[in-house]
């Protein structure tokens, strides 16, 4: 069974920072590509970031690049999302999701499980 919990989620001002925290059980990173995403109210859960499992290539959404990285401790079935330069329109709830993949994208039904979410909030 596998079980994801996100966190590093909070309230910072535009221009922050924050490192969000994907950590889970029942899975190897060795086998399980890695993306994270995020839902605004009113909008549709779309893609930030993935990192693949094989090789540990990385994917970011054009709003993310620049400003975003993804990166990975295989011993701690942890991914990281460290976020810099936050802008308002981050705000979301942000979601960790796996699959079964050697490589990775940032299309959510491409992946089969999920967090419960951490609630960003970019708001001076």
């Known amino acids: 069974q596998v079980q994801l919990v996100e966190s590093g989620g909070g309230l910072v001002r535009p221009g922050g920072s924050l490192r969000l925290s994907c950590t889970g059980s029942?899975?190897?990173?060795?086998?399980?590509?890695v993306g994270w995403f995020r839902q605004a109210p009113g909008k549709e859960r779309e893609g930030v970031s993935c990192?693949?499992?094989?090789?540990?290539?990385?994917v970011y959404a054009d709003s993310a690049k620049g400003r975003f990285t993804i990166s990975r401790d295989k011993a701690k079935r942890t991914v990281f999302l460290e976020m810099n330069s936050l802008k308002p329109e981050d705000t979301a709830v942000y979601y960790c999701?796996?699959?079964?993949?050697?490589?990775?994208?940032?299309?959510?039904?491409?992946?089969?499980?999920w967090g419960q979410g951490t609630q960003v909030t970019v708001s001076s």
């Open positions: 029942g899975f190897t990173l060795d086998y399980t590509s």
């Open positions: 990192i693949a499992s094989s090789d540990g290539s990385t």
């Open positions: 999701a796996t699959v079964t993949s050697i490589g990775c994208s940032i299309r959510y039904r491409d992946y089969d499980y």
